[in-house]
């Protein structure tokens, strides 16, 4: 056995061939000579044009989730941008030829982790919807987990997370491999959650007044100061607790648009979401497909021994 040699240690004690490319973490490939001097010299691969841009979106996300609470406008703004420039450093990594690992990692890291924070803001927001919002997240992170796991492990360490063949789903080889498919349906299902945000902060519908005067009652008047409407202060210990800030946050815009946006961009949500389940059950597939592989390379299971 000592002469055996795994697939991994051949690939990674190999030089590719003359001319030979190698895929890198996000699907793009180049070409697997080194020079002498590359070697000597190692590129910081960190201070990659698109990675600085990766933290840019990292800095504007948190700006965002500071302002989140009271601030819409301001939050919706740095948290757009955010969200446009992961369509960005896909182009700076292909125009300097700087497509890594790292950074297509990084790019779904902070994807997972921003459209997570958001929701986590939306599940406060909407108590009574906090399941929903709560399972969107579990969704949202499993089926990617599942997907990258499954690829490295099944397809290899060179391969991308995006390339999917059409054998083995004809919908993500589609969404992955079309790039105006994949920016419409990540923007799309972004702006839905931004749209949703900002009705927390207009629709009586799905954010009520907390205080409403009793009709009838004496001193039902809406003016400033009158006993119906008394300072907020006076009501809540901090003024960070969730009524508070819901209270602060009660008919702050108007809600024409975000209806709009909302109603707008709500099926290239759910789309979004079916396509999460999908990519959860065929990566559960693969990854079951392997196990079998594996138990027969072993002889498994083998026959009990009679007592």
Partial sequence: ??????????????????????????GSAHSGITSRASSENPE???????????????????????YMPLHPRTCSLLYSISCLLDALDGVAARYFEQSTRFGAVLDMVTDRCTTACLLVFLSSAWPRWALLFQGL????????????????????????????????????????????????????????????????????????????????????????GNPAHPAPSTLFASPYSAGALELARANKMDSTWPWIITIASSPVMLGKQFINVIQLVKASKWLAEGDIEARRAQGLPKGRKSK
């Fill in 1 to 26: 056995m000592g002469g055996v040699r795994t697939r991994k240690q051949t690939a990674g004690s190999a030089p590719p061939a003359n001319g030979d490319l190698l895929v890198n973490g996000n």
């Fill in 44 to 66: 910081n691969i960190f201070l990659f044009f698109p990675n600085l841009i990766g933290y840019f979106r990292i800095f504007l996300a948190v700006a965002s989730l500071y």
């Fill in 137 to 224: 997240i579990s969704l949202d992170l499993a089926s990617h987990y599942m997907h990258m796991y499954a690829t490295l492990s099944m397809g290899g360490s060179g391969q991308s997370h995006k390339t999917v063949d059409k054998s083995r789903s004809r919908i993500l080889n589609l969404y992955y491999n079309n790039k105006n498919v994949l920016f419409a349906f990540c923007a799309l299902n972004e702006l839905f959650f931004i749209a949703l945000y900002l009705l927390s902060f207009s629709s009586p519908i799905l954010s009520p007044s907390l205080l409403q005067p009793v009709p009838g009652s004496p001193g039902s008047s809406v003016q400033p």
